[in-house]
């Protein structure tokens, strides 16, 4: 049977049917990766006091504290994830307690920094590109009770997918990734190609082909190495500072090149 003829059978049946080729409803969940940076204070100044891999924003502490050696009341955090979208429409929720701002490509959707808007939710609804997509949240906490909750989903009312969006502005100066370099599309060393892993968020393990040379890194090394935060190549080993804030007052952060060469993840 012709391709053709294979094609036409398909849209046929899906009109019979009432079937849709939109993809399904997508969780924010739905096995991203994000790398969580906790702060000791109330403007996420200076250098994380720590940092952890994280598979979801959804944590209630209470009064209590968010762990760490953080207090429980003045901490912030700022969650990062690289994560694939479909073409289309995407609705994205978030409910802090006390403040939170959602940052995509970095142009910012929800602030309620500020608003007196404590432990309500915030919808917005954002066109996306297919395509890999850096998502940051910022969460502050002052006193009392204090959670987060952020969740996305494909608005299935959105047919037809938005055409790719035009370079955004960048977001408000007291965001602490404003200034740092940004992450390369592709990214090629001696130990693999790790373009796929950039482009769906995965770790620098997933594309790591060996050298064959009897002091290249091994796999298992690798692996236990954090996650690639700034995809660029680099002298594997090697160390580097790199701005977290757009403030002159603050201190870089120290990084650490990959033994993939691909890449750097904070110290």
């Given at each position: 049977?012709?391709?053709?003829?294979?094609?036409?059978?398909?849209?046929?049946?899906?009109?019979?049917?009432?079937?849709?080729?939109?993809?399904?409803?997508?969780?924010?969940?739905?096995?991203?990766?994000?790398?969580?940076?906790?702060?000791?204070?109330?403007?996420?100044?200076?250098?994380?006091?720590?940092?952890?891999?994280?598979?979801?924003?959804?944590?209630?502490?209470?009064?209590?504290?968010?762990?760490?050696?953080?207090?429980?009341?003045?901490?912030?955090?700022?969650?990062?994830?690289?994560?694939?979208?479909?073409?289309?429409?995407?609705?994205?929720?978030?409910?802090?307690?006390?403040?939170?701002?959602?940052?995509?490509?970095?142009?910012?959707?929800?602030?309620?920094?500020?608003?007196?808007?404590?432990?309500?939710?915030?919808?917005?609804?954002?066109?996306?590109?297919?395509?890999?997509?850096?998502?940051?949240?910022?969460?502050?906490?002052?006193?009392?009770?204090?959670?987060?909750?952020?969740t996305w989903a494909y608005n299935k009312g959105a047919y037809y997918p938005p055409a790719p969006q035009p370079t955004p502005p960048?977001?408000?100066?007291?965001?602490?990734?404003?200034?740092?370099?940004?992450?390369?599309?592709?990214?090629?060393?001696?130990?693999?190609?790790?373009?796929?892993?950039?482009?769906?968020?995965?770790?620098?393990?997933?594309?790591?082909?060996?050298?064959?040379?009897?002091?290249?890194?091994?796999?298992?090394?690798?692996?236990?190495?954090?996650?690639?935060?700034?995809?660029?190549?680099?002298?594997?080993?090697?160390?580097?500072?790199?701005?977290?804030?757009?403030?002159?007052?603050?201190?870089?952060?120290?990084?650490?090149?990959?033994?993939?060469?691909?890449?750097?993840?904070?110290?």
């Open positions: 049977m012709r391709p053709t003829i294979r094609i036409a059978i398909l849209l046929t049946l899906v009109a019979l049917l009432g079937m849709s080729l939109v993809p399904a409803a997508v969780n924010a969940q739905s096995g991203n990766q994000w790398t969580a940076y906790y702060y000791a204070n109330t403007d996420w100044s200076g250098n994380p006091n720590y940092t952890e891999t994280i598979p979801y924003i959804n944590y209630n502490w209470g009064y209590a504290s968010p762990g760490f050696g953080l207090p429980s009341d003045n901490f912030t955090i700022t969650y990062v994830t690289q994560a694939f979208f479909y073409a289309g429409y995407y609705d994205f929720t978030t409910t802090a307690d006390d403040e939170a701002a959602l940052v995509i490509d970095g142009v910012t959707y929800i602030d309620t920094r500020g608003q007196g808007q404590s432990g309500k939710s915030q919808t917005v609804q954002v066109a996306m590109w297919q395509g890999t997509h850096q998502v940051q949240v910022f969460y502050r906490e002052y006193t009392s009770s204090a959670y987060i909750f952020v960048p977001p408000p100066s007291n965001n602490p990734n404003t200034c740092a370099p940004q992450s390369q599309p592709n990214v090629v060393t001696q130990f693999g190609d790790y373009t796929s892993c950039i482009q769906q968020g995965l770790h620098q393990s997933a594309c790591f082909q060996s050298s064959g040379q009897w002091d290249s890194p091994n796999i298992g090394s690798i692996e236990t190495e954090p996650q690639i935060q700034l995809w660029m190549a680099c002298t594997p080993d090697s160390v580097a500072s790199f701005p977290v804030s757009c403030d002159a007052q603050v201190p870089p952060a120290s990084y650490k090149c990959s033994k993939t060469g691909a890449g750097y993840f904070p110290q």
